[in-house]
């Protein structure tokens, strides 16, 4: 369910669709449920937001007129369905793993619903969970509506559901508006079939943290924190260094490989791989970037999409690369940013240098530089793009390259020192 405003975000940009360490916050929860091999999956959607999951069942919800009238938005998407496993877009710490249980727990007891409940530390207004004698679910509480006893209850209603179909999709047809709101609510629905004389079971998460739902920034920034520290102990125990995982932000979709090295205060994103032993940080971004083994970047360094670096290359300290390919050994160590560019093996590029990639003109596209193998490259080079430097070719101090270089050269000439003794500190007249 991912049809809801959010208002308590203070934010023009839909609740569900805040961005939350490389996805929006319900692509979490798309990404959990996956493993499953839901049939069909849909995602419940406002009219605003029905065209931001291409490749997605949606069901629109017209109006936002509650939970219960949000599933029933979804009921022609998931004919024929045998069950449905109802979720709610704004829990990114949900796992696999424990829908998986919900699942089995369902089946296991052949219930006509199952509730996925969690003990929080703070309950706050989450809805009580109320058992009956035998330890199945008698009623859910909203906390508005509970009794100072029920308040009391320290088990709480995650909003997530598994149904048998059959029993679902008569229970919305027999929602009432009864709240001041006039919303139609699912916990009706659940407990329409407890009235109804259905089972319903409850299954607890194991881990509170998982059915933690996001209502506000704070709790956004929390549950970021959250999914920073699940993924760099993942990468920990795979045998990655991270010295300092707190500082450390690795999208999910970011792979590294085993003895790699982040220092802290780095950002690892998008489609970024890491091959063994590189070095990365402290203070670098790397975005969908190739980084060959034993590669070394930073410190303040920034690395954007498209490019590659390979085997023993290196982006030092306050060098941006855009879409430049570093072949092996080959170093940009200082002060230097080369967009659009191919730098050969073993060339080494003096601090300062830039490649000038961009035509003022519009309409016109990135221009490319191309240096050879084993190039000197000496301070304060700059490259007027399109242009080929050849290999072995030397560049000198201050060198401005506007035209293609042939192999074995040295190109450019610094103006000749001029000195006047006697003149330090005083101007011509």
């Known amino acids: 369910m991912a049809g809801g405003r959010g208002t308590r975000m203070r934010s023009a940009v839909p609740k569900h669709l805040h961005p939350l360490l490389g996805r929006r916050m319900v692509d979490w929860i798309v990404e959990a449920a996956l493993p499953l091999a839901p049939e069909p999956l849909v995602v419940v959607a406002s009219p605003d937001t029905a065209t931001a999951f291409p490749g997605r069942t949606v069901a629109i919800q017209e109006r936002a007129l509650g939970t219960g009238d949000a599933v029933r938005s979804a009921r022609e998407a998931l004919a024929g369905a045998d069950e449905v496993l109802i979720l709610s877009g704004d ?48 009623s859910i509480v909203e906390a508005v509506d509970a009794t100072p006893e029920q308040l009391e209850i320290g088990e709480a209603n995650s909003s997530i559901y598994l149904f ?46 998982e059915t933690e739902g996001v209502n506000t920034r704070v709790e956004l920034a929390a549950a970021a924190a959250a999914l920073r520290d699940r993924i760099n102990t993942a990468h920990m125990l ?16 970011v792979t590294l490989e085993a003895d790699s090295v982040v220092h802290p205060f780095t950002l690892l994103r998008g489609s970024t791989t890491v091959a063994r032993g590189v070095e990365i940080g402290p203070h670098a971004v790397v975005i969908d970037a190739e980084i060959g083994p034993d590669a070394t970047i930073g410190p303040f360094c920034y690395v954007r999409p498209g490019t590659t670096l390979g085997a023993r290359a290196k982006a030092g300290t306050f060098v941006e690369l855009k879409n430049t390919k570093l072949d092996e050994g080959a170093k940009v160590p200082h002060l ?82 001029t000195i006047k003794e006697g003149r330090g500190g005083k101007r011509d007249g």
């Open 164 to 209: 048998r179909a059959e029993l679902l999709w008569p229970a919305l047809d027999r929602l009432q508006p009864v709240n001041v709101q006039g919303e139609l609510y699912l916990t009706d629905a659940v407990r329409d079939l407890v009235a109804g004389g259905q089972t319903v079971v409850v299954h607890v998460a194991a881990d509170a943290r």
């Open 336 to 417: 230097s940013y080369f967009g659009d560019a191919e730098v050969g093996a073993g060339t080494n590029v003096g601090a300062g240098s830039i490649t000038a990639n961009f035509d003022h003109r519009p309409g016109q596209p990135k221009r490319r530089t191309v240096i050879g193998k084993n190039a000197r490259i000496a301070v304060d080079t700059m490259f007027v793009a399109p242009v080929t430097v050849g290999e072995d070719v030397w560049t000198a101090a201050g060198t401005v390259v506007s035209e293609d270089v042939p192999d074995n050269a040295l190109v450019g000439f610094p103006p000749r020192q």
């Open 91 to 138: 829990t990114p710490l949900l796992t696999t793993d424990l829908l998986e249980e919900l699942a089995a727990t369902h089946r296991a007891t052949g219930a006509g619903a199952t509730v996925l409940s969690f003990v929080p530390a703070d309950i706050r207004s989450y809805g009580r969970i109320v058992r009956g004698a035998g330890g199945n679910l008698e």
């Open 238 to 253: 795979a045998g990655v260094t991270i010295f300092d995982p707190s500082s450390t932000w690795i999208e999910p979709t």
